[in-house]
């Protein structure tokens, strides 16, 4: 069943099928010591090869519609590490029942701000809101795992809102920091309709770990009051099309500027997400995160399964990158 997603996502992308795989011994792969440099160089001195490059599970091949004998798409996932992964938690979003009456003082200075449009006033607007970033994720209202966040927001807001209720935001961005470390910040705040303003809440700083050279990032998260106890966090490019099979409700997905998934790691679930991820998307996603990376269309993919059997869960995870 994994493989399965995996030839439909890559039938979606190339829009052919693959040709059945060379021979072993017609294959090719770089040296386990080869620096990224000489990888680079030697895949572009003969583009007709496909290689593996030196990070585990990551496979580059290039496609030629006039040979579709070089478009094979080769997966070479690796086992993940589960237990070396970062653990941190995001908590809970804001819930509207739990709205203060009024909007309260803000525990550190709000990020939100208002793109004002030709013609916008004090007194009456459908306002947009954003948050600078190259990467960032915003919800206002509807908040949670399974909601698509945008890169802004509209609102109706102003005066003519006297009295409405506040309503729960949570805007999440990611970047590296001054030392290159990437991080996730997450920020939870009441947005009060009738001054187009956020009081924040809350601030959680999460440093994910870099997978697939930095394709994906991910650490496990751990929720006290879930039954799903231990989670992994997937943090992603976005996905052009999802391919997904999830057992026992064990995962959740939020679409937006970066894919944000929960897998539950716990006995008798499994889980397989993946899928494509256009070339300018891949160029957007290292220019942003200041990484390298060998760029092209990629098909990603995770898989998690912990079965009644085993002690432990266990999790793969394989990107194929596709030159033209």
Known sequence: MRWLHLALAAFALTGCAASPAKPAHQAESAPQKETPTEARNRFYANPAKNWSSATPGVAVTFFDQNDPDRAQLMARPTELELDKLPRSNIPE?????????????????????IERPYGWSSDYSSATLVVEGKLVRLQIGNVGDEFAAGER????????????????????????????????????????????????????????????????????????????????VLITPPVSTLAHGIVGKSAHVSAG????????????????????????????????????????????????????????????????????
């Not at 819930?95 to 009456?101: L, M, N, Q, R, T």
């Open 93 to 113: 979003p804001l819930d509207a029942k739990d709205a203060p009456a009024h909007l309260p003082a803000s525990v550190a200075p709000s990020d939100l701000k």
């Open 257 to 324: 500027s970066f894919m944000l998934a929960r897998v539950s790691l716990r006995r008798g679930a499994a889980a397989s997400l993946g899928g494509p991820v256009v070339a300018h998307m891949v160029d957007q996603w290292y220019d942003a995160l200041g990484s390298y990376g060998v760029r092209g269309e990629a098909l990603i993919g995770v898989d998690v399964s912990h079965t009644v059997a085993e002690d432990k869960p266990l999790a793969i995870a394989y990107a194929t990158i596709i030159r033209r």
């Open 153 to 232: 927001a509209y609102r109706t807001c102003g005066t003519q809102m006297q009295g409405s209720a506040l309503l729960p935001a949570r805007w999440m961005s990611l970047a590296p920091n001054a030392v290159g470390k990437v991080r996730l910040r997450v920020v939870d705040a009441w947005f009060d309709p009738s001054s187009c303003q956020a009081s924040v809440v809350r601030t959680t700083v999460v440093e994910p770990a870099p997978l697939l050279n930095g394709l994906i990032y991910a650490f496990r998260s751990r929720c006290k009051d879930c039954k799903e106890r231990d989670s992994l």
